[in-house]
């Protein structure tokens, strides 16, 4: 590579981007392997739990009509989407309805509600339309 005094701030900037490139493709690569990992995970899972149903079915039918083994397994099944909702809401952090709530200026969405502490008795200041104290500068 022939270095030019006046072309060197292209070349710089044209080796810079092509490290860049080459970088982001490798890492690209990486992700596209793991997500092909994870969505082969996936189907597995969900054909081994289709199976698991198909076997709590049969057993079930073995000793019960269809109908209730199958009304029996349905409301393990919703029951067992019931917890893991909750789980992932849980896991979360802040429930929806605080996100939703007004929030004081230069705080972030998603932060936590941090209500003021006021010791008991004392008079509380009034508030703005934010819930931020009032200025009464002017």
């Known amino acids: 590579m022939e270095t030019n005094l006046p072309n060197l701030p292209e070349q710089l900037s044209q080796v810079v981007r092509d490290a860049i490139r080459d970088e982001l493709r490798e890492q690209t690569r990486k992700q596209r392997r793991a997500a092909r990992m994870y969505a082969g995970a996936g189907a597995a899972g969900l054909y081994g739990g289709a199976a698991l149903t198909a076997f709590l079915l049969l057993v079930l039918a073995m000793t019960l009509p269809y109908w209730a083994a199958a009304l029996i397994i349905a409301v393990l099944l919703i029951g067992a989407a019931v917890l893991l909702s909750r789980g992932a809401r849980r896991s979360r952090g802040a429930p929806a ?11 972030p969405p998603g932060a936590p509600v941090i209500p003021p502490m006021v010791p008991p008795g004392a008079p509380v200041p009034p508030r703005g339309p934010l819930g931020a104290p009032h200025d009464r500068s002017r």
Do not use: K, M
């Open 97 to 107: 309805d605080a996100v939703s709530q007004p929030l004081e200026p230069g705080v």
